[in-house]
């Protein structure tokens, strides 16, 4: 098992999707810096179309891309570490079975 943080509240399939997704766009992006993601706040279309490339089989709706990109920016900004500790102080920490994100979204 490896804790996270909750991020759709849904549980579940639901849930193991949106960090399926996280994980998917850290392993993609682990040479970028959250500058290059995200100029001037906003994701970048070049990136936009990777990760819509990269999670198009989970078919995620807006929620789902929403929430997940949302905590994505958090972990590529501050870290993995930050964004767990975050979640202990929320109480939203969860176990999901062998989830691989904190390998790579550490800095």
Known sequence: ????M???GMGGGY???????IYKWLKATKENTFEEIFPNGKLDDKFDKLFSKLVERINP???MWGASLS?????KKQG???WL???????RIIDI?????LVCGER
Do not use: Y
Request: net charge positive; glycine share 6%; with cysteine.
């Open 61 to 63: 709706s807006g929620a």
């Open 1 to 4: 098992m490896t804790k996270v």
């Open 97 to 101: 079975p062998r989830l691989r994100i």
């Open 15 to 21: 849930e193991r999707a949106c960090h399926n997704m």
């Open 6 to 8: 909750d991020i759709s």
């Open 85 to 91: 500790k975050k979640g202990e102080e929320l109480d």
């Open 71 to 75: 905590h994505f920016s958090f972990i």
């Open 80 to 82: 993995t570490q930050a």
